[in-house]
Nanobody, 124 residues
Framework: QVQLVESGGGLVQAGGSLRLSCAAS????????MGWFRQAPGKEREFVTR????????YYADSVKGRFTISRDNAKNTAYLQMNSLKLEDTAVYYC?????????????????WGQGTQVTVSS
């Protein structure tokens, strides 16, 4: 089992920045791809970004490309999501996920472990 705990969410004005963290425990962190998904009220959970086990490869949803950056520190068992130039439509609960594959996928059902989520609210 892998336990994931997100932190860093909150209320921010449009154009601002937040950094989310995802602390992992229970298994060897570097054996898992990590990803971030989000779910806005009334909408399905959607892919945001993912990073390979090594951290060398990343993928982003078009909606966040150029604004969000995923990273990981395997020595600290933590993944990060740096969110810049936040928009109203970024408001959602953000979830981190872990997958035993090399790279993960954009499909939420294929991820093995999930955190409880952290709320990000962007105001005008």
């Amino acid at each position: 089992q892998v336990q994931l705990v997100e932190s860093g969410g909150g209320l921010v004005q449009a154009g601002g920045s937040l950094r989310l963290s995802c602390a992992a425990s229970g298994r060897t962190f570097s054996n898992y791809a990590m990803g971030w998904f989000r779910q806005a009220p009334g909408k399905e959970r959607e892919f945001v970004t993912r990073i390979s086990r090594s951290g060398r490869t990343t993928y982003y949803a078009d909606s966040v490309k150029g604004r969000f950056t995923i990273s990981r520190d395997n020595a600290k068992n933590t993944a990060y999501l740096q969110m810049n130039s936040l928009k109203l439509e970024d408001t959602a609960v953000y979830y981190c996920a872990a997958d035993s594959s090399l790279m993960g996928t954009h499909v939420s059902d294929q991820w093995d472990y999930w955190g409880q989520g952290t709320q990000v609210t962007v105001s005008s």
